[in-house]
């Protein structure tokens, strides 16, 4: 009779420093693919709108147009503010409004009618894209075109893009464009609209938007004051805070029998009296006389 001898397998337990470094790389993996998901999250889902619109050539564009095996009839173009390009053999292209792929088409099609390519493959670079831009003017920090995506997409963006609105700036900026194939015009409050936190005056810009920022209202104060000059005129401002802004009446003058210079609609210049309570206008110049006494 045999006698059959049975052997015990050992399971050894992993060393306390090699499951901690097992345990360490499983939490590093976890978290790569963590991190994976939140970027193709932001990618399809939190990318702005005006990011995955097909682009269309605008005046100023500047393109970079080849033709397979036609290395002669590779050339950087401007679209001109017609809204053509030239072009060798087959001349002048319409190209504004089109997209990318449509201008390939259409320079493809023109060469095969002229047949002077028997079957022409065009491809075009976008090397400067000013359809993309909104250009941001007048009493600004740093005027200039600025791209969309740069600037968030929405005015407030656009405007710290170009440095903020500068001490000389109203309160008020004009942005002017074109909305479905019409003119566009809005005048925002940019201080009325951070106050009551009007997020629908935030509105979003579109390729060759202009944003203008006009110079503040301005009031003027000379004789017996303190610091005579110009001054910014702010909203519901009274004589009496006009002359609070100009350092005071001086010893020698008197705030009674005051005298203001003021542009009637016709643009003439009327001399008028005025009291301390009186509203002051853009562009008034308040005059303080002399005491008698």
Do not use: C
Not at 182 to 205: C, Q, Y
Not at 222 to 250: F, I, N, S, W
């Amino acid at each position: 009779m045999h006698q059959i001898q049975l052997r015990t397998i050992a399971f050894v337990t992993p060393p306390l420093a090699v499951r901690h470094m097992l345990a360490i790389r499983h939490n590093h993996l976890l978290k790569l693919v963590a991190l994976s998901v939140l970027l193709l999250l932001d990618m399809a889902v939190l990318r702005p709108a005006f990011a995955v619109e097909e682009y269309l050539l605008t005046p100023g564009d500047v393109i970079k147009i080849s033709v397979f095996k036609n290395p002669d009839l590779t050339l950087d173009a401007r679209v001109s503010e017609a809204g053509t390009i030239g072009f060798p053999l087959i001349g002048s292209v319409p190209v504004t409004g089109l997209s990318l792929q449509g201008a390939e088409k259409k320079i493809a099609q023109l060469l095969r009618d002229g047949a002077f390519v028997l079957n022409p493959q065009v491809n075009i670079l976008l090397t400067l894209a000013v359809g993309n831009q909104v250009a941001v003017l007048g009493q600004v920090n740093r005027p200039g075109r600025y791209p969309i995506e740069g600037a968030g997409g929405n005015l407030t963006g656009a405007l710290a893009e170009a440095g903020g609105i500068a001490t000389s700036g109203a309160d008020v900026v004009i942005v002017t464009g074109m909305r479905n194939g019409k003119p566009f015009r809005r005048e925002i409050d940019i201080v009325n609209m951070s106050l009551t936190g009007t997020t629908a005056d935030d509105i979003e810009l579109r390729g060759g938007d202009t944003l203008f920022v006009n110079r503040a209202p301005m009031f003027y104060i000379y004789g017996q004051v303190q610091k005579p000059g110009g001054y910014r005129l702010e909203k519901k401002m009274t004589v009496m805070q006009a002359l609070a802004d100009g350092g005071g009446v001086t010893g020698k003058g008197t705030s009674r029998g005051l005298v203001v210079h003021r542009r009637d609609a016709q643009g003439k210049v009327k001399e008028s009296s005025t009291s301390l309570d009186e509203d002051v206008h853009d562009q008034d110049v308040i005059y303080v006389k002399e005491s008698v006494f």
